[in-house]
T-cell receptor
Framework: QQQVKQSPQSLIVQKGGISIINCAYENTAFDYFPWYQQFPGKGPALLIA?????SEKKEGRFTISFNKSAKQFSLHIMDSQPGDSATYFCAASGETSGSRLTFGEGTQLTVNP | DGGITQSPKYLFRKEGQNVTLSCEQNLNHDAMYWYRQDPGQGLRLIYY???????QKGDIAEGYSVSREKKESFPLTVTSAQKNPTAFYLC????????????FGEGSRLTVL
């Protein structure tokens, strides 16, 4: 009930391409869905987040798409750059859990120059 | 500069020894968290604390202990009862509300020899 499933585990994209990472959740009480970006040897940092009252949120080259009925959400990175190479985590939380997040397994993105 | 400081960054331990990882924040956040990161398993919650002198077990608390005597400090002890302690440990803090915005430290890598 509390799981968040993320795919793929790893992704290799050419510079300028589109990177797509998908997540699925089970708990319908989840109402906040952030994405975190982590560079090697560093802690994760919030990248972008969405609530289920909208189906899409865009910040620069990063877009979250949200499908409430399918209980799925995804991160799209347009015009991917080598500097985007990092591990990406989706996460979810609900009102009753405060800021306690349930994380996906992570996707290691490599953008080749 | 506000932030979260974890120490030490690298730690080696012999089997059977307890070790304590330090986490200090100067963001005046209410809540603090400890996560464990293993390859392909995402971030798993060990313990969290919403207020001083109170803390709750996360998903993988066995073999770990914490204290929260001060708002800014949340040390984690990895005890000898933890069967597989070699991992990357991340401390985070946040306001205790449904925003999902966790601020992470840079992590401590523990290796058991």
């Amino acid at each position: 009930q509390q799981q968040v499933k993320q795919s793929p585990q790893s992704l290799i994209v050419q510079k300028g391409g589109i990177s797509i990472i998908n997540c699925a959740y089970e708990n319908t009480a989840f109402d906040y869905f952030p994405w975190y970006q982590q560079f090697p040897g560093k802690g994760p940092a919030l990248l972008i987040a969405i609530r289920p009252d909208v189906s899409e949120k865009k910040e620069g080259r990063f877009t979250i798409s949200f499908n409430k009925s399918a209980k799925q959400f995804s991160l799209h990175i347009m015009d991917s750059q080598p500097g985007d190479s990092a591990t990406y985590f989706c996460a979810a939380s609900g009102e009753t859990s405060g800021s306690r997040l349930t994380f996906g397994e992570g996707t290691q993105l490599t953008v080749n120059p | 500069d506000g932030g979260i400081t974890q120490s030490p960054k690298y730690l080696f331990r012999k089997e059977g020894q307890n070790v304590t990882l330090s986490c200090e924040q100067n963001l005046n956040h209410d809540a603090m968290y400890w996560y464990r990161q293993d390859p392909g398993q995402g971030l798993r919650l060990i313990y969290y604390s919403q207020i001083v002198n109170d803390f709750q077990k996360g998903d993988i608390a066995e073999g770990y202990s914490v204290s929260r005597e001060k708002k800014e400090s949340f040390p984690l002890t990895v005890t000898s009862a933890q069967k597989n302690p070699t991992a990357f440990y991340l401390c985070a803090s946040s306001w205790w509300r449904n925003t999902g915005e966790l601020f992470f430290g840079e992590g401590s890598r523990l290796t058991v020899l």
